[in-house]
């Protein structure tokens, strides 16, 4: 069965520092991976995803995530935090493994603080 | 191009009483999915459905609740007999199918209080 696990409920980082949230999977077959936030009170969004190439992948809003095989995890990453990164930010996978089409599964996500 | 949409964006109910909770996702969408998010929590799967597959209803907590999706396009779930557990933010999405690494499209949430 897959899985998925942040295993910080919460990250807090001063502005301009760098800033990571972390992401571990369990699938049967390769996975398909995925970053979603959540900003108060609003709907979530997409900020990005790995299906295959290269395991550093961008996306928005500064946000670049590493996928890495052997330590089966895909942390959000970004350089210098901004006060406005502030969210739920949730990780997402699916085994492209299952003959059939399968559900996304979604971790339990993790709040970002980002103070000034 | 318009995005997912939901309605109503707030429901207030009494204990007891039947609900319906309606997502139009995005034209050409043939995927669409229902979660529940319990306040400031992690996202819960109920069911999704594909093109006119049958549904994954895996998710569904119990037979109170249940979804349909008319012609490929809008859906309604519907809790019966609602419980004050059932109080939850309620969200849609859509993907442009269910296979590979599309992503997903959500909705605002339909905000469900059983009083």
């Known amino acids: 069965a897959q899985s998925v696990a942040q295993p910080e409920d919460q990250v807090n980082v001063a502005e301009g520092n760098p800033l990571t949230v972390k992401c571990t999977y369990s699938?049967?077959?390769?996975?398909?991976l995925f970053w979603y936030v959540q900003y108060p009170n609003r709907g979530l969004q997409f900020l990005l995803k790995?299906?295959?190439?290269?395991?550093l992948v961008k996306g928005s809003y500064g946000f670049e995530a590493e996928f890495n095989k052997s330590q089966t995890s895909f942390h959000l990453k970004k350089p210098s935090a901004l006060v406005s990164d502030s969210a739920l930010y949730f990780c997402?996978?699916?085994?492209?493994?299952?003959?059939?089409?399968?559900?996304?599964?979604f971790g339990s996500g993790t709040r970002l603080s980002i103070r000034p | 191009g318009a995005g997912v949409s939901q309605s109503p964006s707030n429901k207030v109910t009494e204990k007891g009483k039947d609900v319906e909770l309606r997502c139009d996702p995005i034209?050409?969408?043939?995927?669409l999915y229902w979660y529940r998010q319990s306040l400031g929590q992690g996202l819960e799967f109920l069911i999704y459905?594909?093109?006119?597959?049958?549904?994954?209803k895996s998710g569904l907590p119990s037979d109170r609740f249940s979804a349909e999706r008319t012609g490929g396009s809008v859906s309604t779930l519907t809790i019966q007999r609602t419980q004050q557990e059932d109080s939850a933010v309620y969200l849609c999405?859509?993907?442009?199918?269910?296979?590979?690494?599309?992503?997903?499209?959500f909705g605002p949430g339909t905000r469900l209080t059983v009083l």
């Open positions: 999405a859509s993907s442009l199918n269910i296979n590979g690494g599309n992503e997903q499209f």
């Open positions: 699938v049967s077959g390769n996975p398909y």
């Open positions: 790995y299906i295959t190439g290269d395991n």
């Open positions: 997402a996978v699916r085994d492209i493994g299952y003959s059939s089409a399968s559900k996304i599964i």
């Open positions: 034209s050409g969408h043939t995927a």
């Open positions: 459905f594909q093109g006119n597959s049958a549904p994954d």
